[in-house]
């Protein structure tokens, strides 16, 4: 077992796709699907979708 990496947390943002804004960060383990949420946008002042970006 000696030799095994762990994968860490690596930060992640999540931005809207109407604006482009970066309203979001989130702490993630590596791997897996890209996140799609519906989260608030204080510019536009509703809920829109977010997907995640690396920076």
């Given at each position: ?41 204080p510019?536009?002042?509703k ?8 920076k």
């Amino acid at each position: 077992m000696a030799g095994r990496s762990k994968k860490k947390a690596e930060t992640i943002f999540l931005v809207c796709e109407e604006t482009q804004d970066y309203n979001y960060t989130l702490q993630r383990k590596p791997g897996g699907e890209k996140l799609r949420l519906k989260k608030y946008s204080p510019r536009l002042r509703k809920h829109t979708w977010h997907t995640e970006k690396k920076k």
